[in-house]
């Protein structure tokens, strides 16, 4: 430390930053196991869809179950808040860019309907298909309980800056062992993007981590507040939290990065940073089967004086089986994730994700995008 | 030290190239308090407005107090050259692009009218609000006990670069000890950017110091001289002398990041930095109020031979009150700079600036703006 | 090693981050030496063309070969696969850009003819130029006794990543040390980029590695899945291997860069990194005498369902010949790459390239491309 | 050293990495002397104009003479090729850009005049001023005594790459000591970019050394051959060698930084790295009095199979005196660049250059152009 500087400024890595390392041994990718397990669930593919309205419908989650992966419907957002949310939907959609946070503000500041969480649970569980929701710290205690009693498979509590402790003069924090003890399902936590914090929020017993804060292309929390961690340095320190807290602990929490994956290279680098599994956002707004129908909104409910959500125009690709699987007739890495993600531990010769974990060796190779392009500075 | 080599060349960081990574605790920003103290005097608002003629004239100067922090006025620009002032401004703002330097060359080359300087102050003091006024070195002597007898309440002493000794052939150098002693007002001295100079500054007895040499948009000396240091390195290393003075003499000396702040995420930086309060300009000249009505321009006495200021048109976006505090419905960091710094500290689970300072951490992650979008490399 | 991080990340270098420093001594270019040696065999020029359909036909192979270079025939593209080869390339040039992939698909899927293998090898040798064909790994054992037997003077044996280890359920990996027995001409071996795995290669008897993994312009494997390596760090470490090989065994394994070679400067800089010869793509795909007229597309067979090929409109600049030796009316450095070796092999004091690799000195200068222009940041 | 690894490879720095420190005291510009001493001559501006054809003339000459400065003749160009000069100038200008490589090797294959040279030089000692040539290495024993017979003061030897020695086949190299006992004048030699070479050459008794290889923008060195050195990174190693030569001989050698300087930033860099003058060429070009009338090239014999000189459109903006000392009347940091060196040095407490290159810190803050403009990322 040098006393004439304040602070010491540590150097963290992001998607772009970064590239794998081929391995010693090469596999073939058909002898690759991507299983993600999750307290004992097993799910094909390591990918859940975020828990935004314009990705996860009741629909779209019973579809992404039929590939393997688990879709998270946000239980405060328009799904609970409007009886016919795809009427809501429409109208986000059509509003012209100007007023798009206006609208947000307006579509957005309406009630929950507790009889609405129930439903939307029972739409999903219907088909067979496994259900997780999504809850904010301040709403839990109250929707929780319902989702779970409606059938809710996986519960997740996400808010932008998640910590194990939080102070507050209105309303007593939530407390995660008290949460445990109330539903019987397993609950991820997130977001957190630090060792500490990752280690912490693991010692309270729940279950799974998200991991990522600032990084998300539909998430303005850098330029609003400076706040946020390179998702593959957070992925990094996340990873090193599980494994001494499995040391410690002998129990396995898997951590699940979210935000920022675009491409099967981005998927790729987040297991090879440690991931268990990781929650996509864009790829999956761009589906045909998508809410959104082409657009993409960060926030469920938007701050009315510091507005950190935007809408995107997203565009659409394929369907969400393309997203997952192929086949693709185009080689940008937006289709067949999944497909990249056995190709990447063929060539590290990994035969599972954990031994992928130990056998991937991240190298800093930074790229930048310009003119649309993607140019890596250290690819040519 | 390679002896092969002349010299060995240091890293520093700017606002893009770093952000700021989570707390373990986090708090609800309503229980984030904010308030910057000035030797005695608090603000609610720990901000102050760049002394720029497009920016402070007396009527926003007061619009300024009015939300909690302190505005800088010129004392050696429009305001005390002509009486008649907005016909002044109203001429630079038409000037076309191609001629505003001349413009600048001509209108800044007639005289300070040593009357005005009074009537300026008392239009602020008249309100009821607080006072600043700058002087540069040269004129401190002769203006600025006018303005303290006006009853002026801060006085801010400002160059480009700035030092506790300063030597020239013509004239003796302004000497800080002799000003206290001929004013009963703080003192903040500026701009400098190193942990030695914002020391020795800091010894001669003075109450603020101004941070930063080079960064602002509407500022060239980097192009033109060379010169320059990145805000996020010169704050931390002026908060470092801070720290050392303090220990040495248990006077705390606050000191204020001032330019090239443009963004909630910029200013919080500062403060994670170890800023007590900031200075902006360019986010103050896009308001409704500013007498540069959607321009900005960056000295107060362009010089002749050497121009480095320049006339930006910067768009209007908002109130000063919006700007300070929103309500916003945009999203892009540029309203409500204060809700984001109470959201920040939160999240860093800090309850004050000084607890900030201690828990902010600083990361390194740089990124990029192409295409007037912000590229955020370690990002996505 | 941090404990609270999950793995460090080593810094990587391509071409446009690096330069060559001159040496202490210069020499005229004319006395520079830069014949290539491959297992007894000579070539003045070491440049190999990459083994793509769009770059080498039997007669491209034959026109390199009388410059001093080694063409490598693809033999499972449509050379082997259609009796008429030019319709087919035709219609792929031909395609609209939004087809084809699925045209590549479609082109690609149709069976390799065994008769044609040595058709096209006899085509070649009748002008009495050197052949030398390129095989993946899963057809080798088919298809280069065919190649040899016709006379093929060099095999490449080459896929995307490669190991002397690979592990496949459905069919027995090749083993490196059989293949040698089987057939009686040198074998080059990759594509590789790292340490271990080019020691490991040349310790199974294989008498040259190809170096090079996800840097090509045609190549998206880094987007796709993550996977790369820039291209100087994989040249170098690869040279590491070489000269602890040669150390250990006595016999040196020339190493070949691959991949994203697009002017002499970055020519220059493989051989400053360690090469002793380059394959080259792009440019050789803009000689006139190129079967992809303008085109160039990167994946012999395309996977249906993971594409990373894609068809790049490169344009025609010159003959092969202009493209070694010039003469040139550009000065861009895409033609006369030959000439600018030599001219950097007298910059650096080096009579052949064993010299230079032991006196240029490689120096971290980064440049980055913006609007077409390459702008190098540490160059002005 | 890693073993795994064939190299290491060092970092360097340009003038966009760079920016200037302050100084713990301040000097009034006026106060500061920024002569320039060469073997006992002094020059009140420590510039040179480069011996570029596009850049001085017999006329341009005297002008830049009147200044202070020193301009050097190009006796190989068109100026000793050609009786009216002008009238080659008028058509490599009127040249379409398509054709203006082949205009080029056609203009600069004509033979040189030897009568011209002493015409030239007597052309510029007419006026009274002091004239300074330069020659290749290959060119120098038979021009450099026929300028001197007709009174040069200074002989500037250059090429691309300079090392004390070279090694031909065709023709015995120039030996710098052998040449200061053919002419009784200050000799300058470049250039060179690296510590060992700038020693090796000033122990050979020569006046001065031009520093930089690759950085300027009308040369294309470093696309061409992967060769060059970043101009801080070479001015800093080369001033370390004057250093180190001082402390061995007593004698003190200038060096002459050339190359990429476009700003008063730029300069001032220099300065700060070690320089003790600069050689200029864009700005120069830019001139009304430049016979490039506007644009620029490299080359003063483009090499008819490798060429590295491209002409550039440069405009025009002000006089000789202008871009020396103001005034302007804009703010890029294009005009008066000695007027920005004097406040540069007031900045950092410098009452001369060798004040300046002990106490002016350089620090790294890296920054990109885009779109135009100088995108500052350590600046904002």
Not at 80 to 85: F, I, L, Q
Not at 178 to 188: D, K, Q, S, T, W
Not at 209 to 225: D, N, S
Not at 356 to 378: D, M, N, R
Request: proline share 6%; with cysteine; net charge negative.
């Amino acid at each position: 430390m040098n006393a004439r500087t304040f602070k010491e400024v540590r150097r963290t890595y992001g998607f772009d930053e970064v590239a794998i390392a081929p391995g010693a041994i090469t596999i073939n990718p058909e002898l690759a196991d991507i299983d993600f397990n999750l307290d004992g669930m097993t799910f094909s593919a390591p990918v859940m869809a975020s828990a935004m309205d314009a990705i996860v419908s009741p629909e779209s989650a019973v579809e992404f179950d039929r590939h393997g992966g688990l879709a998270v419907l946000n239980l405060e957002g328009v799904q609970t808040k409007y009886d016919d949310p795809e009427e809501v939907l429409a109208e986000i959609v059509a509003s012209p860019q100007e007023e798009v946070t206006k609208t947000f503000q307006r579509v957005y500041s309406a009630p929950i309907k507790e009889d609405l969480v129930g439903e939307r649970v029972r739409q999903i569980k219907q088909s067979g298909a496994k259900c997780a929701v999504s809850v904010t710290p301040a709403n839990t205690k109250r929707l929780a309980p319902l989702a779970v009693d409606a059938g809710a498979d996986v519960l997740v509590v996400q808010s932008t800056v998640t910590t194990a402790r939080h102070k507050s003069r209105s309303i007593r924090g939530l407390r995660l062992p008290e949460l445990l003890e109330m539903v019987n399902v397993p609950v991820i936590v997130g977001n957190c993007a630090t060792y500490d914090v990752a280690l912490e929020i693991m010692e309270t017993g729940i279950h799974g981590v998200l991991v990522g804060i600032g990084p998300g292309a539909a998430c303005t929390t850098r330029e609003v507040t400076g706040m946020g961690v390179p998702q593959v340095t957070s992925t990094l320190d996340c990873a090193a939290a599980r494994e001494e807290y499995y040391r410690r602990s002998g129990r396995y929490v898997p951590i699940v990065t979210d935000g920022g994956i675009r491409t099967g290279g981005d998927l790729c680098k987040s297991f090879a940073a440690g991931a268990d599994a990781v929650m996509i956002g864009t790829p999956f707004a761009q589906t045909t089967e998508a809410p959104g129908q082409g657009c993409n909104w960060g926030m469920a409910s938007p701050d009315p004086i510091l507005p950190r959500g935007t809408r995107v125009n997203v565009g659409m690709r394929g369907s969400i089986k393309q997203v997952l699987y192929g086949p693709s007739s185009k080689s940008d890495g937006t289709l067949n994730l999944l497909g990249a993600l056995k190709t990447c531990l063929g060539y590290v010769g990994a035969f599972n994700i954990r031994e992928f974990h130990q056998k991937a060796e991240l190298i800093f190779a930074p790229s930048i995008k310009t003119e649309g392009k993607f140019y890596q500075l250290g690819m040519n």
